[in-house]
């Protein structure tokens, strides 16, 4: 069964100089030089927000963006600690938009991404985990989801903390919306 999550419930992450919360929706202004890219940046001071730690759950939420800069970005997270992270979610390019996910454990990372194009402004994302499982989907209609990535993240029995977030990696800034949020316990 999913629970309509409402997004001053969640815990700030990093709290960015201008946000708002309206109807259930949080929308917030990114600043320059901020980065949730711990290999290529050395800087997890991204904006975002975060759920309580959980064991087996879905965790849904629609991304509406509006992207200024190359390297803008906005998605779901997964993490364990501060070593040990998942993000999903888009990127902008030069001239086009990537889906792109990155996992980092320890020291080591890899990423993996989709040319989306250009006209994309809103998408719905979702991170499931199960025994350790960890799987993010997409979608364009919050009905009909497919698979980013699959992959292996934790114990079958440790909590993980999932959440949004949003950054500007170069001299940039956007606003961004999370909106539709749900979770689901499996």
């Not at 309509?4 to 917030?28: A, G, I, Q």
């Not at 114990?155 to 500007?168: D, K, L």
């Amino acid at each position: 069964m999913s629970e309509w999550l409402d997004p001053s419930s969640l815990h700030w992450m990093r709290m960015p100089s201008m946000y708002m919360f309206k109807e259930n929706r949080l929308v917030l202004e990114t600043e320059p030089h901020t980065s949730f890219h711990s290999l290529s940046f050395d800087s997890t001071n991204a904006y975002g927000m975060l759920l309580d730690p959980q064991v087996n759950f879905g965790f849904t939420v629609r991304v509406d963006y509006g992207f200024r800069g190359i390297e803008d970005e906005c998605g779901v997270l997964l993490k364990r600690n501060n070593l040990h992270w998942a993000k999903a979610g888009i990127e902008a390019k030069q001239d086009s938009l990537d889906l792109a996910c990155t996992v980092y454990s320890h020291g080591y990372g890899d990423r993996s991404c989709r040319e989306l194009g250009n006209g994309i402004r809103w998408m719905y994302l979702r991170v499931l985990f199960w025994n350790g499982n960890a799987r993010f989907q997409y979608s364009f209609n919050g009905e009909k989801y497919s698979d980013m990535r699959w992959l292996h993240f934790a114990s079958s029995t440790e909590p993980v903390i999932a959440g949004v977030y949003a950054c500007s990696p170069g001299n940039s800034y956007f606003d961004c919306e999370f909106s539709e949020m749900k979770l689901r316990v499996i």
